[in-house]
């Protein structure tokens, strides 16, 4: 599909009637990704505007995305933005195209003029709707389990969990005790993905109740299954001994079994978990280097099986233990380029808003290492493309689940641009970023951002406002004991304090001497030593 798609959209000008763009683990991102110099015209039905409008702009389509991500960002979910994710989706498409326009408008007329006289309309009253017909069969408790995966897949594991719980209550007074343990797996990989540690303790509940079931009804793969799924969460848990041991007694099983589909997949489950501990977990020398080439083993088996996502996450994997370790080589940095594009690009297939957010905002900041190492400005500017895409799938996200993540990869833009000379850009999301944190109460990344903000700051009044800030936060250090402990901590707290107090006392120096001095003395006063 994903060939035939590419090949349609460089070869031919395409017309779009009728399309939501919605389908974005699928369809949607092969044409938002595919360069083409081809033409691309857009028929958006809108039955409020009789006369038909032409918008031309890549700079409008941007607009519109942004517009609704910001509603996004809001607290709103896509149920109450009107064609908020069609927006959204086709946007990106329009947004990436190098001569596209959108025709907005009752476009009736020219549905007509395209669908032959004799041809039969189905009345919209008979129409049942996209629904396939094996639904039909299904029963009450699968039909929770199919919800709650779809949930799951979108993000909102609040919904998909209380299905689960809901699909649990109901089989308690069912007989197919096999079933019961697939409910019981299920809602303890939902709480595992639910990352906290009260959350853990729930997973693990959950899938050492399910091992037991599938152990009594000899079901021996799914016995497999969550036994790795406790792996995964002993892991997160941080008891990498306990974990490890679990892999150790499994490795029998997977040297008598090796031959099928399910066999392979479990293979890499347990390198992908093992490069996890050893290269992730566990932060020594020795570690890290054993892991890679197990990572490295693993992505290859999982790219001849096909395995799409566990590939991807393998990959994204194997980047990350790459780069704890890559220092200033740029071998060792292009190598952690190759393994995260190429995670990003098999989670672009799939869907995974997540983790392509996550694998942009990693290639940001590699991109600006490398430009820091090289000095070559398309790097910077490359990092700059990296945090504007990763901030775009972010919006794809529930409310609940992108702020603090937003505004992490706005400070990052904004650092990015600033560097690149283009200040007048990066102040205003810097600002809004400041004063978002300032409402979150986290004083130490707004500390942070007004650093960079200094930098970007024109006006002598606001130079000296910031500074003013800067100093306040600080200032309550001396006294706060939740900010000596996070000193004592966090000693990452220490440096980056040190040098936000010096950035703001050299910036305001000629501007404001008393000031500069408060600040100076307050840096040598909280941290001398």
């Not at 709707?129 to 609040?158: E, H, K």
Request: contains cysteine.
């Amino acid at each position: 599909m994903r060939r035939v798609l590419t090949h349609v959209c460089r070869e031919f000008d395409m017309i779009y009637l009728g399309y939501s763009g919605c389908d974005s683990f699928s369809v949607q991102p092969v044409l938002r990704d595919v360069a083409t110099d081809h033409t691309t015209l857009w028929l958006w039905y809108d039955e409020s505007r009789e006369k038909v409008v032409l918008d031309t702009s890549s700079r409008f389509y941007e607009d519109e995305q942004k517009r609704v991500g910001e509603m996004v960002f809001e607290g709103k979910s896509f149920a109450e933005i009107p064609r908020g994710m069609e927006t959204l989706s086709t946007c990106e498409i329009l947004s990436g195209r190098q001569c596209a326009f959108r025709f907005r408008g009752n476009i009736t007329r020219i549905m007509h003029a395209v669908v032959p006289e004799n041809t039969t309309i189905i009345p919209e009253s008979c129409v049942k709707g996209p629904i396939p017909s094996w639904i039909d069969d299904l029963s009450l408790v699968d039909a929770m389990r199919c919800a709650a995966r779809l949930y799951s897949i979108s993000g909102r594991l609040d919904q998909s969990i209380a299905l689960i719980e809901e699909a649990k209550v109901h089989t308690d007074t069912a007989i197919e005790s096999r079933q019961k343990g697939l409910i019981l797996k299920e809602l303890g990989t939902q709480y595992a993905h639910a990352g906290t540690s009260s959350n853990y303790e729930k997973a693990l509940l959950h899938l050492e109740a399910s091992k037991a079931i599938f152990n009594n009804c000899g079901d021996y793969e799914n016995l497999l299954c969550a036994q790795l799924d406790i792996v995964d969460v002993l892991h997160h848990m941080r008891h990498f001994d306990e974990a490890e041991q679990i892999l150790q007694i499994l490795q029998d099983v997977f040297e008598l079994r090796d031959d099928d589909t399910f066999a392979l997949k479990a293979k890499v489950r347990k390198g992908l978990l093992k490069g996890l501990i050893l290269g992730i977990g566990r932060k020594d020398k020795f570690s890290n280097e054993a892991s890679i080439p197990i990572l490295e083993e693993t992505a290859q088996l999982a790219a001849e099986s096909g395995f799409v996502r566990l590939h991807a996450a393998v990959l994204n994997t194997s980047g990350l233990v790459k780069y704890q370790s890559a220092g200033d080589s740029v071998e060792h940095l292009l190598s952690v380029v190759r393994d995260i594009d190429t995670a990003l690009r098999l989670n672009i297939y799939i869907g995974d808003a997540r983790s392509c957010f996550q694998q942009l905002r990693i290639l940001g900041l590699v991109h600006m290492e490398l430009f820091h190492l090289q000095n070559k400005p398309e790097l910077l500017e490359q990092a700059i493309q990296n945090f504007q895409r990763g901030e775009k799938f972010l919006f794809r996200l529930t409310h609940s689940r992108i702020v603090i993540e937003l505004l992490e990869v706005r400070f990052r833009l904004g650092g990015a641009l600033n560097l690149a000379g283009r200040a007048e850009e990066a102040e205003p999301i810097l600002l809004y970023v400041q004063e978002e944190q300032f409402r979150l109460g986290d004083w130490y990344n707004e500390a942070r951002t007004l650093e960079l903000l200094l930098k970007t700051t024109k006006k002598t009044n606001d130079l000296i406002e910031r500074c003013e800030r800067v100093k306040v936060i600080y200032e309550d250090a001396r006294t706060n004991e939740a900010k000596k402990k996070r000193f004592q901590l966090q000693p990452i707290t220490l440096t980056n304090g040190r040098s936000i107090l010096l950035t703001a006392a050299n910036l305001v120096k000629g501007k404001n001497q008393q000031l500069a001095t408060e600040l100076q003395l307050l840096q040598e006063d909280l941290f001398s030593d």
